[in-house]
């Protein structure tokens, strides 16, 4: 007999709650924002919003169904199932943060401070939440296959990311490796700050940052575009590093190769830093597109 399917509700931790945990009350909460220029009603507000639209969706799941919640931190601890459909009640930087852990199951991004949101993975409304998770668990399911990117080393050990995954030192030091692309000889050695590979979806935010910064020509790939953008931060030039690989685009099946001439470096996607690959002198990760994708619904 094959399960009910089941709604899989990811949220994170409010400024709100955030601010009660460190501070004790409200009124203490009050203060601390008071004496900075900001007002406690303000926050107070995006945290009910939040409320109301999780207490939505969370009404909205068919009654034959299973139900489960999980917070952002707890996402490297949640086991998904094959049957569940993921809604995400939040915003756009949250669907990212579950995507790595999912396997192909179908989301539904809902915006909770919609015009605060730019929308681009969080897309619809808690109105809607009802029928897009019958949707998505129907024959065939409904959703576009979004790009994601994965960091593979050497000793086996592998990190995706749906927006960018960050290879470089865990500090503020500079980092030292060997930079090229697989199967192409001439790597060139540098000392960074760390090179950023990121997704179309990852072209609207942290990648897209870098790009504007520098100025770069290149051109982005968009939200729905397979290809992969990569940058070099803050590359080094001296006599024995180099500063004429610091960007590029990776199509198809084409990985950057790096490898590490640095006592440890670590890899980690969308923002986790907690959920990282580390790796050391003398090790290759390569990076390119992974063969797993987000099914976004809508």
Same mark, same amino acid.
């Given at each position: ?137 129907? !024959?065939? +399911?409904? /959703?576009?296959?979004?790009?994601? #990117? &994965?960091?593979?080393?050497?000793? $086996?050990? *592998? ?107 670590? !890899?980690? +996607?969308? /923002?986790?830093?907690?959920?990282? #690959? &580390?790796?050391?002198?003398?090790? $290759?990760? *390569? ?12």
């Amino acid at each position: 007999m094959s399960l009910a399917p089941r709604a899989v509700l990811v949220h994170r931790t409010s400024e709100y709650e955030e601010l009660l945990a460190r501070h004790g009350t409200r009124g203490q909460a009050e203060f601390f924002l008071r004496s900075r220029g900001r007002s406690v009603q303000e926050v107070e507000e995006r945290h009910a919003r939040t409320r109301r639209a999780l207490a939505e969706v969370a009404g909205a799941v068919p009654l034959q169904w299973r139900q489960a919640r999980v917070e952002r931190a707890d996402l490297d601890r949640f086991l998904f199932g094959p049957e569940d459909v993921v809604v995400v009640v939040g915003q756009d930087g949250l669907v990212a943060n579950a995507a790595k852990y999912l396997d192909g199951q179908p989301v539904v991004g809902v915006d909770t401070d919609p015009g605060r949101n730019p929308g681009v993975l969080v897309r619809h409304r808690a109105a809607d939440a009802g029928k897009l998770m019958r949707a998505a668990a129907g !024959a065939g +399911g409904a /959703g576009e296959l979004l790009t994601m #990117v &994965e960091a593979v080393a050497d000793d $086996t050990q *592998r990190l995706v990311a749906l927006n960018e995954i960050f290879l470089g030192p865990a500090g503020h030091q500079t980092a030292r490796y060997r930079i090229g692309l697989d199967d192409t000889p001439g790597d060139e050695a540098q000392a960074s700050s760390g090179v950023l590979i990121g997704t179309g979806t990852g072209a609207t935010g942290w990648l897209r940052s870098l790009w504007l910064e520098r100025g770069s020509a290149l051109a982005l790939p968009g939200p729905r575009d397979p290809g992969l953008a990569w940058f070099v931060r803050e590359a080094w030039p001296s006599p024995t590093t180099g500063t004429s690989r610091v960007e590029g685009v990776l199509a198809g099946t084409e990985r950057l190769r790096v490898t590490v001439e640095s006592d440890r470096m670590v !890899a980690f +996607g969308d /923002g986790m830093e907690g959920d990282a #690959v &580390e790796v050391g002198w003398g090790q $290759t990760v *390569r990076v390119g597109r992974a063969e797993v994708g987000l099914r976004l619904v809508g």
